[in-house]
Every structure is written in C-alpha cells, then in structure tokens.
C-alpha cells in the first residue's frame, strides 16, 4: 500500500532552517512527483511547491522562493523540504502528498510533520 | 495568483441531510479542480479530482460538479463521519491555490 512517512517534529529558533523528509513506499517513486503543502494551527492549507522525481524540476510559491528547496534521494525513496530563516510565521504542520502527473490529482498524503518557531 | 473562494465558510447540517459547498475560481482552471476532506489533527483526504472524478474508495454519497470558475461539491446523504473541514483546489496553474475551507458542523 502507498506510504508517505515524514520526520518527526523539530523546535527550531528565529533565523534557523528546517528539513522536513518524506519517505514514500508502496509505489514506483520516480512515476510520480511530490507537493509540499503546509497549515498553521487553525489555518487553512497553503501549497508550498512541487517536484518532479523523474527530473528533479521544481515549482515553489512565490512566497517561498529563495527560502525553500524541494530534494529527493531516489536510492531511498525520500523527499525534502528545507526551509531557512525561518520566523514564527513559518509555525506550521508541513504535509508532503504524492502527484500523480498524469491526471494531475494529488492522491496520497504524508501524516504531517510539526515545526514550531520560537526563541 | 487563482484566488479560490469557498462557501459558506461553515455549515450547520444533520445525518441525512443534503448539503452543497460552492468554490469559485478567479479564472478559468479547465475543471483541473480537487475537493479533499480534513479531520481535525489528520492530513486532508482527496474525495473528487478533476472537478468530478470521484476518488478510489471514496462513498458514492460525495460528488463533484460544475465548470469554467464556479465548483461543487456535494454529499447526498451526511453521515457521522463527514462532519470535517473540506477544501478545493485548483492545478490548473502554478501556485496550486487552495479555498479558505468549509467547516460542516452539526445542528
């Protein structure tokens, strides 16, 4: 069955960076690409961006460009997110979910990871 | 960017009612629209992609209409476990926006 299995929480300070990973199984990693969507507490859900795993391309939201990098590590089926000078804005559960990029539908989802921002 | 606008923004309903949750694009998106389900504390669940194409396992009580700019999203019958968030969003172009979220209470 489909999997994506994220890291665990991370408590970060004002200015630091986060890497968030995504260990998927179940499927053909390379036939599918990887969103990264995140949400506040008690927020709505915002699209971060997107990467291919055949390729390696990527699309980022404006909001998060020259702050946010998409990887992935085909030998272990992993994808990352990694966001730097992060603020208390950026407290958030981080969802990746995999893309299908045949029908475009984003089917399965990772169970969240929390990243919380304080000094 | 697409602004997707939802609503309402909660809805008060009962088992067995008939509910409709609208989502209007800002342009066109050619029905590349999704409607997935959130659970308090849980990754949201995609139901309809493609603006109607209802989702492997997902009850045939939950079905997805409309074109151009203006969505729904309907569940024919509520059942206990529906009442949760539901969002839209658009692929159609890049960002990938979604709907401020429609919270289905109960009455």
């Known amino acids: 069955q489909v999997q994506l299995v994220q890291s665990g929480a991370e408590v970060k300070k004002p200015g630091a960076s986060v890497k968030v990973s995504c260990k998927a199984s179940?499927?053909?990693?390379?036939?599918?690409?990887i969103s990264w969507v995140r949400q506040a507490p008690g927020q709505g859900l915002e699209w971060m961006g997107w990467i291919s795993i055949y390729n390696g391309n990527t699309n980022y939201a404006q909001k998060f460009q020259g702050r946010v990098t998409m990887t992935t590590d085909t030998s272990t089926n992993t994808a990352y997110m990694e966001l730097r000078s992060l603020t208390s804005d950026d407290t958030a559960f981080y969802y990746c979910a995999r893309g299908d990029p045949e029908n475009g539908k984003t089917d399965y989802w990772g169970q969240g990871a929390l990243v919380t921002v304080s000094s | 960017d697409i602004q997707m606008t939802q609503s309402p923004s909660t809805l008060s309903a009962s088992v067995g009612d008939r509910v409709t949750i609208t989502c209007r694009a800002s342009q066109s998106i050619n029905n590349w629209l999704a409607w997935y389900q959130q659970n308090p504390g849980k990754a949201p669940k995609l139901l309809i992609y493609k603006a109607f194409s209802l989702e492997s396992g997902v009850p045939s009580r939950f079905s997805g209409s409309g074109s151009g700019t203006e969505f729904t999203l309907t569940i024919s019958s509520l059942q206990p476990d529906d009442f949760a968030t539901y969002y839209c969003q658009q692929y159609d172009v890049y960002p990938y926006t979604f709907g401020q979220g429609t919270k289905l209470e109960i009455k």
């Open positions: 179940g499927y053909t990693f390379t036939n599918y690409g």
